[in-house]
C-alpha cells in the first residue's frame, strides 16, 4: 500500500510563491514518477508535472518557466515549487506515484488573489 501525503498549499496574493511537498511511504521504487495534478474550481483535474526516477522533468505549458519540481529520492519527497503565481493557478493540487498503480494524494488547496 503507497500513500502520499501532501503539504504546503495556502493563499497568496498575485506574483506570489508557494512551496508544496509530497512524501510517500509505504512499498515504491525510487524510478517511479512523480508529479502533479490540479483541478480548478469547477473544472476537470489537468496535468501540471512528472518527474521520473531519473529526474527528468516534464512541465505543463501554463507552468513552464514559472514552476520547478524537484524530487528527493532519499525521503521519497517531491517538492512544486510555485513562482509568479497567478489567479488562474488557483486549485486543489494532487500529488502522483505511477506505480504498480497510481496513487493519489488527498489534495492541497492553492488559492491566488488577485
Known amino acids: 500500500q503507497v500513500r502520499l501525503v501532501e503539504s504546503g498549499g495556502g493563499l497568496v496574493q498575485a506574483g506570489g510563491t508557494l512551496r508544496l511537498s509530497c512524501t510517500a511511504s509505504g512499498s515504491i521504487s525510487g524510478h517511479s514518477a512523480m508529479g502533479w495534478y490540479r483541478q480548478p474550481p469547477g473544472e476537470q483535474r489537468e496535468w501540471v508535472t512528472t518527474v521520473t526516477g531519473d529526474g527528468e522533468r516534464n512541465y505543463a505549458d501554463s507552468v513552464k518557466g514559472r514552476f520547478t519540481i524537484s524530487r528527493d529520492n532519499a525521503q521519497n519527497t517531491i517538492y512544486l515549487q510555485m513562482n509568479s503565481l497567478k489567479p488562474e493557478d488557483t486549485a486543489v493540487y494532487y500529488c502522483?506515484?505511477?506505480?504498480?498503480?497510481?496513487?493519489w494524494g488527498q489534495g492541497t488547496q492553492v488559492s491566488v488573489s488577485s
Open positions: 502522483f506515484l505511477a506505480g504498480d498503480l497510481d496513487y
